[in-house]
Antibody
C-alpha cells in the first residue's frame, strides 16, 4: 500500500521560500510510470494544482506559479520536494502531495503552511 | 476563477440520486480524461472516478461518471448521509499544459 507524508515548516515569513518534502513508502519513486504532484487548498476553498514531476525527473508547473516553483526528486530517500519562493499571504494553504496515475490515486494527509511575519 | 465550472452546491434526500456537472472546453475536458474526487470534511481528497467513468477498487457502484463533449457528470445514487462532502472534477488542459480542477461542489444530503 503506497503512503505519502508531507513534512516541512508550518510557518513561513513573507518573501521567503516555502520548502516541503513528501516521503513515499510502499513503493519506489524511481519505478513505474507515475507523476508525483503537489496540490494546495486554501482554507474553505478549492484545489489548486501546483505542479508535478515524472519518475524520469521531467516537470510540469502551474503557469501562474511557474516562476516561483521548483519540484525535485530524491530517489535515494524516496522523496520529492517543493520549493515555492517569494511567498505572500496568498500562499497560505494546506499543501498535499499525491501520486498521479490515472487520477490522483494516493494522497498525503496534507500539511498547513501559513505565511505570516 | 476555476478553469472547470461546477455548481457550488447540490442537495437531495437520502436514498435519492444526484448529479454534479463539470463544464470545460475543447482543450481540457474535450481532449482529456476526467477524474472525480470526494473530500469529506477535514480529510484529503479521495479518487472516485478516473478515465471519465472507471471506478478504483473499493469505490461502490453507486458512484458513476460520464463525459460528453466538453462536459462531464458525476452521478451518485442511493444517497447516504456519509456522502455529504465536497466533490471536485479534474483533468489535464492541453493548452495550459497543466492539471486543472473545478471549483468544487458541496453535496448536502437532507
Amino acid at each position: 500500500q503506497v503512503q505519502l507524508q508531507e513534512s516541512g515548516p508550518g510557518l513561513v515569513k513573507p518573501s521567503e521560500t516555502l520548502s516541503l518534502t513528501c516521503t513515499v513508502s510502499g513503493g519506489s519513486l524511481s519505478r513505474g510510470s507515475y507523476y508525483w504532484s503537489w496540490i494546495r487548498q486554501p482554507a474553505g476553498k478549492g484545489l489548486e494544482w501546483i505542479g508535478r514531476i515524472f519518475t524520469s525527473g521531467s516537470t510540469n508547473y502551474n503557469p501562474s506559479l511557474k516562476s516561483r516553483i521548483t519540484i525535485s526528486l530524491d530517489t535515494s530517500k524516496n522523496q520529492f520536494s517543493l520549493k515555492l519562493s517569494s511567498v505572500t499571504a496568498a500562499d497560505t494553504a494546506t499543501y498535499y502531495c499525491a501520486r498521479d496515475y490515472y487520477g490522483y490515486d494516493y494522497w498525503g494527509q496534507g500539511t498547513l503552511v501559513t505565511v505570516s511575519s | 476563477q476555476s478553469v472547470l465550472t461546477q455548481p457550488p452546491s447540490v442537495s437531495a434526500a437520502p436514498g435519492q440520486k444526484v448529479t454534479i456537472s463539470c463544464s470545460g472546453s475543447s482543450s481540457n475536458i474535450g481532449d482529456n480524461y476526467v477524474s472525480w474526487y470526494q473530500q469529506l470534511p477535514g480529510t484529503s481528497p479521495k479518487l472516485l472516478i478516473y478515465d471519465n467513468n472507471r471506478r478504483p477498487s473499493g469505490i461502490p457502484d453507486r458512484f458513476s461518471g460520464s463525459k460528453s463533449g466538453t462536459s462531464a457528470t458525476l452521478g451518485i445514487t442511493g444517497l447516504q448521509t456519509g456522502d455529504e462532502a465536497d466533490y471536485y472534477c479534474g483533468t489535464w488542459d492541453s493548452s495550459l499544459s497543466a492539471r486543472v480542477f473545478g471549483g468544487g461542489t458541496k453535496l448536502t444530503v437532507l
